[in-house]
């Protein structure tokens, strides 16, 4: 049986209450955290369709739900989990970041040259189209 809830307000019995809004706006709408060596493959996602190993640390990760425009807010992490320890730079190619898409980019800080990460995470906040 499908069904909708309809309410401006959550209130908890001890806590309190909030606006909805708060809920709907300050929710992620995609968040992935991803294996970047090897053949990637994604450790858990929310409202991820599929990501595109492009070169090496250059991924793509495409949205099952688009977003209402590029204009939203990303956090990025990545992280080695073995072996040496290095630091790593993460970034996001803005001029491909799109409604239903965003590349990210993995660099070594001290090679500066691109690199593949064990662990990538992101995630996205945003309104969904």
Same mark, same amino acid.
């Given at each position: 049986?499908?069904?909708?809830?309809v309410?401006?307000?959550?209130?908890?019995?001890?806590?309190?209450?909030?606006?909805?809004?708060?809920?709907?706006?300050?929710?992620?709408?995609?968040? #992935?955290?991803?294996?970047g060596? *090897?053949?990637?493959?994604a450790?858990?996602?929310?409202?991820?369709?599929? /990501? &595109?190993?492009?070169?090496?640390?250059?991924?793509?990760?495409?949205?099952?739900?688009?977003? *209402?425009?590029?204009? /939203?807010? /990303?956090l990025?992490?990545?992280?080695?989990?073995? *072996?040496?320890?290095?630091?790593?730079?993460?970034?996001?190619?803005? #001029?491909?970041?799109?409604?239903?898409?965003?590349?990210?980019?993995? /660099?070594?800080?001290?090679?500066?040259?691109?690199?593949?990460?064990?662990?990538?995470?992101?995630? &996205?906040?945003?309104?969904?189209?």
């Open positions: 049986m499908a069904g909708k809830i309410a401006d307000t959550l209130e908890h019995s001890t806590a309190g209450s909030v606006s909805t809004q708060y809920v709907v706006e300050g929710s992620a709408k995609v968040w #992935s955290n991803l294996n060596t *090897g053949t990637i493959a450790r858990d996602n929310f409202n991820i369709s599929g /990501y &595109i190993d492009n070169d090496t640390g250059d991924y793509t990760h495409s949205y099952t739900n688009s977003l *209402g425009n590029s204009n /939203y807010c /990303y990025l992490t990545c992280d080695f989990q073995s *072996g040496t320890a290095r630091n790593a730079n993460i970034g996001v190619d803005t #001029s491909t970041q799109a409604a239903g898409s965003m590349r990210i980019h993995t /660099y070594g800080l001290s090679t500066g040259n691109a690199d593949n990460f064990e662990v990538i995470t992101m995630a &996205i906040f945003g309104d969904l189209a």
